[in-house]
């Protein structure tokens, strides 16, 4: 306790510091005010149905990362969404057009450019999510909640136009405040946003758990504490999955004369295990809503209504599966061994045993193969224990905390912030915030 009270000391003590942490809680403070502020022209005592529409499902988990406002329709209720969506689609163009693999490679002026097309495609997206969230607004709430088309007289289409542009421009002011975290803060903007949104469904998420266990005769205070030993043990579990490396040595040379090197330096290349991070449980959880589509036929309706079961075996027997080939996939995407070999090259490095070229390239895609087996495996079963607690008694709030793209996002983050806090003790000459080593994040060791 002494040594976390001294390192809360020196965090304030380095003024730059400080001034970038009160800063990233002002444009945080500025955020979840926001959640709170409803479309114009809706009434927000009539509400409630939505609300309880977006508390389970992936609905409730794009309700999770927005922090409420989903189901608040709130102004800022598409949040940050629609740029991961076009985000992950910049980086899929990266890989199969040369265009887009060429600007990734000219530096900062390549990132610049590619930042433009990524808020381009933010817009363009949300032309498509405004309207559509605003017809499931219209399916979920009385129309008399619509004070602008009952009460002032506006039709439908003009109400839909303007509420449209109003959550483009709350979209996209979410993205101004992550940008402005990310320079001016303690950096990771975006991540530290929906981070925050988690968050701040967890106190919600615990005190429904805890009256449950404490009204009802389900347990009592006794197996509240066996739940929270058991998602303690689950963030332990998170932590070693994001931290994971496996470390492949590269010796260096110091001088090269001829054909022959002299002295040398060798280092480790860091492969992480899930390198692909929570992104394949994204789009596995985005493919799992394709068997909604046939629940309209009586003919498939029942084969829909088995696929669509949160807590049933198919569905997670195929979510699983499905994370396990997105991660392979994602993997592939973004770890590139033949570029690892040529920039390895370039600076005179080698792998020992192992001839440089094509050689190289053939043993990282090799390692890269093995690591991600376990790690794909690992992430498949935390995707899905959220569907084991919710079996066990555990609350569908409390359970989503217990696995998926909730909790590996909340650790990811959390270890992020402390080693962007660590490197400025570390500069100034202060311990870090751990006694036992530095921290790594998703960055990297």
Excluded at 67 to 83: E, K
Excluded at 249 to 262: C, E, H, L
Excluded at 265 to 277: C, F, S, T
């Amino acid at each position: 306790m002494k040594k976390f009270i001294e390192t809360i000391q020196n965090i304030f003590k380095i003024e730059e510091l400080r001034k970038r942490i009160v800063y990233t809680f002002a444009l945080i403070l500025v955020y979840r005010l926001g959640c709170f502020v409803v479309l114009p022209g809706i009434d927000a005592s009539m509400l409630a149905k939505l609300q309880q529409t977006t508390s389970e499902g992936l609905v409730g988990l794009l309700n999770m990362f927005s922090g409420g406002a989903f189901g608040n329709a709130s102004i800022f209720a598409l949040g940050v969404m629609p740029y991961i969506s076009a985000s992950i689609v910049i980086q899929l163009l990266g890989v199969f057009l040369p265009y887009f693999r060429k600007l990734q490679m000219e530096g900062e002026s390549g990132r610049k450019k590619m930042n433009q097309y990524t808020r381009y495609l933010t817009i363009l997206i949300i032309c498509i999510q405004g309207p559509a969230y605003i017809a499931t607004l219209h399916s979920q709430i009385p129309m008399a909640a619509f004070t602008a088309v009952s009460v002032l007289g506006w039709s439908n289409f003009v109400y839909n136009l303007v509420a449209t542009v109003i959550l483009m421009g709350g979209s996209m002011f979410v993205m101004w405040l992550g940008e402005r975290i990310t320079d001016r803060g303690i950096g990771n903007g975006i991540s530290l946003i929906i981070m925050i949104g988690i968050v701040a469904r967890l106190p919600f998420a615990l005190a429904a758990e805890i009256g449950t266990r404490f009204n009802q005769v389900s347990g009592g205070a006794l197996m509240f504490v066996v739940e929270l030993v058991i998602w303690l043990f689950v963030i332990a579990a998170a932590i070693a999955l994001v931290q994971a490396v496996r470390r492949v040595p590269v010796q260096y040379a110091k001088r090269v004369i001829g054909n022959r090197q002299y002295g040398g330096v060798r280092q480790y290349i860091p492969l992480k295990i899930n390198a692909a991070g929570v992104m394949p449980i994204i789009f596995a959880q985005a493919l799992m809503l394709f068997p909604l589509l046939f629940s309209r036929w009586d003919a498939t309706r029942g084969l829909a209504a088995t696929l669509s079961n949160y807590t049933g075996f198919w569905y997670n027997f195929i979510f699983g599966l499905m994370v396990i080939i997105f991660t392979y996939f994602y993997t592939a995407v973004t770890v590139n061994p033949t570029m690892m070999a040529e920039n390895m090259k370039q600076n005179g490095g080698f792998i020992p045993g192992v001839k440089p070229g094509k050689k190289t390239v053939e043993y990282l895609d090799s390692i890269m193969s093995r690591v991600t087996l376990p790690g794909s495996i690992f992430l498949a079963v935390i995707s899905i224990l959220p569907a084991f607690a919710q079996k066990l008694g555990i609350g569908n709030q409390f359970a989503s905390f217990y696995g998926g793209t909730s909790l590996l996002i909340l650790v990811g983050v959390v270890l992020d912030t402390l080693q962007q806090v660590e490197s400025y003790l570390l500069m100034r000459h202060y311990d870090g915030l751990m006694k036992t080593g530095r921290l790594s994040g998703r960055s990297g060791m």
